[in-house]
């Protein structure tokens, strides 16, 4: 079981709709969680990070932390054609700094 | 922007040839990562160094070594460059254990 699931997608979305994309990871003491955004053929951009259970949002980014299940998700509101790119999620799993990246979902916007 | 550079930012080299991979930062934080992206797999881990001559190993560190002189500077050396090290090396850093990771633009490197 990989530590860190992603769909791979691509998830295709409608511009201005919600695009969700989804995580699960296997560690239950996974302390910390971030999502990364990349575009192609670049690095991988900080979008948001959440720690305790429940609802962060960020503008038009939510991110939404399931601990019981073990699953943490982004939602994008209004999705806009530059949002299309491929999403990562990333576990730190503590212990000596160990953080785990999903291989990422890409998402595509349709104009 | 994090000051993250990373040189060069694309190589290509021959089967069985030393190369090092270097990764500077301006913010003087204290860990410093070598990350390889590979299609179907993601970002996986090679080392890791959370001090000056401070490193560890990550989950795919066979054939590469790092060493850390100076806090800004992290280098990566493929001691026998091998075809299956063709990839794309990310340098990330982070300010302390558990922190947000950022990201240099990465290396491209063609082992032929």
């Known amino acids: 079981q990989k530590e860190v699931e992603q769909n791979s997608g691509p998830l295709s979305v409608p511009e201005g709709a919600i695009a969700s994309l989804n995580c699960t990871y296997s560690d239950r003491g996974s302390q910390s969680f971030f999502w990364y955004r990349q575009y192609s053929g670049k690095s991988p951009e900080l979008i948001m990070f959440?720690?305790?259970?429940g609802d962060k949002e960020d503008g038009r980014f939510t991110a939404q932390l399931n601990k019981a299940s073990q699953y943490v998700s982004l939602l994008i509101r209004d999705s806009q054609p530059s949002d299309s790119a491929t999403y990562l999620c990333a576990v730190n799993s503590g212990g000596y700094q160990k953080v785990t990246f999903g291989t990422g979902t890409k998402l595509q916007v349709i104009p | 922007d994090a000051g993250i550079t990373q040189s060069p930012r694309h190589k290509v080299t021959e089967t069985g040839t030393p190369v090092t991979l270097r990764c500077h930062q301006t913010e003087n934080h204290r860990y410093m990562y070598w990350y390889r992206q590979d299609p179907g797999h993601g970002l996986r881990l090679i080392h890791y160094?959370?001090?000056?001559?401070?490193?560890d190993k990550g989950e795919v560190s066979d054939g590469y070594s790092v060493s850390r002189s100076k806090t800004e500077d992290f280098l990566l050396t493929l001691e026998s460059a091998t075809s299956s090290q063709t990839s794309v090396y990310f340098c990330?850093?982070?300010?302390?254990?558990?922190?947000?990771?950022?990201f240099g633009p990465g290396t491209r490197l063609l082992v032929l």
């Open positions: 990330a850093i982070s300010e302390s254990q558990g922190e947000t990771q950022y």
């Open positions: 160094s959370y001090g000056v001559k401070d490193t």
């Open positions: 959440i720690y305790s259970n």
